[in-house]
C-alpha cells in the first residue's frame, strides 16, 4: 500500500493543494483580470497570428479555440503555428491537424518547429503550407504506440486481488494487474495497426510521398531536421524569422502586425503543460509518441 502512495503522490499533493487554496486563488484571478493592463492586441488590430503548440498532447480544447478564431477572423491574413511537442493521444492530434486543414483552406498556415516535431504532433502539423523546423530540431516518429504496466508481481507482494465480473470476451484487454494474454495483445495490436494505417495516409496525402515507401520516412524513425527534409517531412531547414517570412510573403501582408500573447495566458499555458506532462506519465494510453 505504502508503494501505491508514493506512486500517485504527485496526483493526490497537486488536487489536495487545489482545495485548500481554491479561494485564494480565485481572489488573486479576478484581482488580475480587474487590474491587468490593457494588451496592445486591445488597442492595435493584428493581421498575422502566432499559435504555440507546446508538450504533451492530451487537452487541446484552447490551442483549437485559438484555430478556430484565425479561422473565423477576416483580419487575420496568415498563422504561424509554433510547435514543440513529442506528441502524445491519438483523438486530439487528429482534431489538430484538421483544424489546420481547415485554417489553411482560408488563409495561408506555416509551421514553424522550434524543438520536437514528433509523432502527434507532425501528425498535427502536416497540412499546413509549409513546415520550416530549426537545425536543431527532432522530427518523425510516425508510429503509434500502446504501452502498460503489469503490477500482477507487486500486488501479489502486497496481498492485494483483483475481483472481476465481465461481459465480452476482450473487456479486460490493457488491465494491469497481470500480463496479457495473446488474444488482447492481438486485439491491441488490430486497433494500433489501423491507428498507423490512418497516420501514415494522412501523412502521405499532406505532404505527397509514396504511401508505399512509408518504411522510409514512417516506420517511427527520427530524424534530424536536415533528415527530415531529405525525406520530404519538411519543407525547409531553418529559424523561426524564417518563417515569419515565408508566412508574410505567403499572406501578401505589407506592414505585418503580430499578436502578443497575454502574461495571464502565458502563465496558465505554462502551468497546463506541466499538469498534462505528469498525467501523460502516470496514464498512458494509445498515443502517437
Do not use: C
Amino acid at each position: 500500500m505504502e508503494v501505491l502512495k508514493k506512486i500517485f503522490y504527485p496526483i493526490g499533493a497537486t488536487l489536495k493543494f487545489f482545495s485548500e487554496h481554491f479561494k485564494g486563488l480565485l481572489f488573486v484571478l479576478i484581482l488580475f483580470l480587474i487590474f491587468a493592463p490593457v494588451t496592445e492586441d486591445n488597442v492595435t488590430q493584428y493581421n498575422l497570428q502566432k499559435i504555440n503548440l507546446t508538450g504533451p498532447i492530451m487537452d487541446v480544447s484552447e490551442v483549437l479555440q485559438q484555430i478556430q478564431k484565425a479561422t473565423d477572423d477576416p483580419k487575420v491574413k496568415g498563422v504561424l503555428f509554433e510547435v514543440n511537442s513529442p506528441g502524445g493521444a491519438v483523438a486530439p492530434s487528429v482534431e489538430l491537424a484538421y483544424a489546420i486543414k481547415t485554417l489553411k483552406a482560408k488563409k495561408p498556415v506555416v509551421v514553424y518547429g522550434s524543438g520536437v516535431v514528433a509523432s502527434g504532433s507532425y501528425y498535427a502539423s502536416i497540412w499546413a503550407d509549409k513546415i520550416i523546423v530549426n537545425p536543431g530540431s527532432m522530427v518523425g516518429s510516425i508510429g503509434v504506440i500502446m504501452q502498460g504496466t503489469n503490477l500482477g508481481e507487486l500486488m501479489g507482494k502486497i496481498g492485494i486481488k483483483t475481483q472481476v465480473v465481465k461481459a465480452g470476451k476482450y473487456k479486460q484487454v490493457g488491465t494491469p494487474d497481470r500480463a496479457w494474454k495473446p488474444f488482447e495483445v492481438a486485439e491491441l495490436n488490430k486497433v494500433i495497426q489501423d491507428t498507423y494505417d490512418m497516420f501514415t495516409s494522412d501523412v502521405a496525402s499532406a505532404r505527397k510521398l509514396d504511401l508505399k515507401k512509408r518504411d522510409m520516412w514512417a516506420n517511427a524513425h527520427i530524424f534530424t531536421a536536415r533528415q527530415a527534409k531529405k525525406v520530404g517531412l519538411i519543407d525547409k531547414v531553418g529559424v523561426e524569422s524564417d518563417a515569419k517570412d515565408e508566412l508574410v510573403k505567403l499572406s501578401g501582408v505589407i506592414h505585418p502586425i503580430w499578436n502578443k500573447e497575454d502574461k495571464f495566458e502565458k502563465f496558465f499555458k505554462k502551468f497546463s503543460v506541466k499538469t498534462s506532462a505528469m498525467l501523460y506519465t502516470y496514464f498512458p494510453s494509445i498515443s502517437l509518441r
